[in-house]
């Protein structure tokens, strides 16, 4: 098993980083553009921002570190 957890939990906490990593592009256009993407007004649109670019984020680390082949039996 420890040939298992070692490199999917690498991939997993890349995959998750990538994603957070495209979610924090959301602040970005927050500060760009505070009328359209705020708390208080444009939830709705900040929420898209952030799982549209989060979605791509997590998508460029697939492309580059596919899922790890298991190693360890069946």
Do not use: C, Y
């Amino acid at each position: 098993m420890g040939n298992f957890w070692g490199p999917v939990g690498k991939w997993a906490r890349g995959l998750v980083g990538a994603f957070i990593q495209g979610g924090a592009t959301t602040i970005t256009v927050m500060i760009v553009d505070p009328q359209t993407f705020n708390i208080a007004d444009g939830l709705g649109n900040v929420g898209v921002v952030a799982l549209v670019s989060g979605g791509l984020g997590a998508a460029l680390f697939l492309s580059k570190h596919p899922l790890p082949v298991w190693l360890g039996g069946e």
